[in-house]
């Protein structure tokens, strides 16, 4: 393959990584064990995934000083790939329930990467009740985001459990072109004919993209001076405990929900899906908060991605930029709060569909500007953020997949947090539910497995106000498997809310 350059938004996620704060991102794939599985299916499957030696991008590429003009780093092929390294095994004690399993994954989110290899780890685990069995992939985030994960997702897998059985393993899948050492050397030097040309583009967008960043940062005074507008802003955010230091330390709590029940609410409100999800979360975090005597008097905002990337751009890396929304957390009322939020996410959509798509990529830099600085200063976690927590909602396959003849139950996102940003929720849509993954430092945000019962509620909340209790629609079990029921069962109970002195 030919080099590849990191774009800034790439590059940054190197740069502000530390033994605290690796900058790498996961899923945890569960799935249900075929019922004609023999009773080596695991041993089997390890030794399989350690003999497999065809690597694809981005599985195959490890990063690598540019001694051109250009500094940045590049993404060459690796020839040597140890799997040794990259693929291990894990085991819980039988049987292993999901509080068991986000213990598990949290010690392996707190791991960084190994950035002179590939950066990416495949951890098989055995051993989960109710004949499942998961894997924990991670990959650095400089290398995909949310979009790019999911096609790889899709990807690795087959929507046909007969097709899925010999299946290679997912970094095998897409095999890439190869390029000779003299070609990928060409490509390192560039002639000065290919310099000026690129220089001569990269001025033509600027002059043409100066003027609409201008215009963009503009309407952010603006609303700052009238924040009538509704438009939530980046650093007017209140501090909280969520915005401190971090340790290297995480934790990882996983929560899903039928999408009939979440769209039902979304119509009923006349909003959208994602507004619902992140009306679940503030009134999670604002219940969270209160309980701990630490809710701000300000509301809570969320930095949201949104992806940027075509259609048809099959590309590895980032293509996002931010939009920040209020999170309603000193609302008492569900109404008043859903509707909030709406006009919140409303005025920043708005905001950002304005610049044209070649400004994108200067926008989301200049906007993370600050934040970088902060990281790459030691400030980080002293000062204002940007956004109190960073809440994703990536949109996945809407059927069943299946790899060496097993179903896929549910896909778990676990996320970064940082100096600043000691907790991350992400979610993703699969096969008719909605995986939400908690990501959070261990010392900042204690109890996190309540954080995930309370978005529950804050759901049967919502129900009970937008919806009449004889119009609820029939819907699935909530989840697929009997662990999330147990997993409720062995939770700490709930302090109920001190009153307050008067």
Not at 90 to 114: K, N
Not at 150 to 164: F, H, I, N, W
């Amino acid at each position: 393959m030919n080099p590849l350059r990191l774009n800034p938004l790439d590059a940054a996620w190197i740069v502000t990584e530390s033994r605290a704060t690796p900058n790498h991102v996961g899923g945890l794939l569960q799935f249900k064990l075929p019922i004609d599985a023999p009773q080596d299916f695991m041993r089997k499957l390890m030794a399989s995934f350690r003999s497999h030696r065809e690597f694809a991008q981005p599985w195959n590429q490890r990063l690598k000083q540019s001694f051109s003009k250009n500094p940045s780093r590049i993404w060459i092929e690796d020839d040597a790939i140890d799997l040794e390294y990259h693929v291990r095994h894990a085991a819980l004690p039988w049987p292993g329930g999901e509080r068991e399993l986000g213990e598990l994954v949290g010690r392996l989110q707190s791991t960084p990467l190994d950035l002179s290899r590939p950066p990416w780890e495949c951890t098989i685990i055995e051993g989960l009740e109710g004949n499942r069995f998961a894997m924990f992939i991670k990959m650095h985030h400089s290398l995909i985001d949310g979009i790019s994960g999911v096609k790889l997702l899709q990807a690795g897998m087959s929507t046909d459990r007969a097709k899925s059985l010999n299946f290679p393993p997912f970094w095998a899948t897409g095999k890439a072109p190869k390029t000779t050492a003299r070609k990928r050397t060409e490509a390192l030097i560039p002639t000065v004919t290919q310099a000026l040309a690129g220089a001569v583009q990269e001025l033509r967008v600027q002059a043409t993209t100066v003027p609409q960043l201008a215009m963009a940062f503009g309407k952010m005074v603006r609303s700052a001076i009238s924040p009538e507008q509704g438009m939530a802003l980046p650093f007017v955010a209140p501090r909280s405990v969520l915005n401190g230091r971090v340790r290297e330390k995480r934790r990882f709590a996983t929560q899903q929900f039928s999408l009939d029940r979440m769209k039902a609410v979304a119509k009923a409100a006349d909003c959208t899906l994602n507004d619902v999800v992140l009306a679940m979360c503030g009134a999670a975090l604002r219940r969270f908060l209160d309980e701990r005597d630490s809710l701000p008097e300000q509301p809570l905002t969320a930095g949201i991605p949104v992806s940027v990337r075509p259609k048809d751009d099959d590309r590895n890396g980032n293509a996002i930029t931010f939009i920040v929304s209020t999170l309603g957390t000193n609302i008492a009322d569900v109404r008043e709060r859903l509707s909030a939020i709406r006009q919140s996410v409303k005025q920043a959509k708005e905001h950002v569909q304005s610049l044209p798509r070649q400004a994108m990529m200067q926008y989301t830099v200049l906007l993370m500007a600050p934040t970088i600085l902060t990281l790459l200063t030691g400030i980080g976690g002293r000062t204002r953020p940007m956004f109190n927590i960073t809440i994703s909602n990536v949109p996945g396959p809407d059927t069943p997949l299946y790899f060496r003849g097993a179903e896929m139950v549910a896909s778990y996102p676990a996320s970064i947090v940082t100096h600043g940003q000691a907790l991350n929720i992400t979610c993703q849509s699969y096969a008719g539910f909605m995986n939400f993954g908690f990501t959070g430092c261990h010392s900042s945000v204690p109890s996190m497995q309540r954080l995930a019962v309370y978005t529950a509620d804050a759901l049967a909340e919502m129900e009970a106000t937008f919806l009449p209790q004889t119009a609820l629609p029939k819907v699935a079990a909530v989840p697929r498997t009997p662990t999330k029921r147990k997993a409720k069962a062995v939770e700490a109970p709930v302090r109920k809310p001190r009153k307050k002195a008067a």
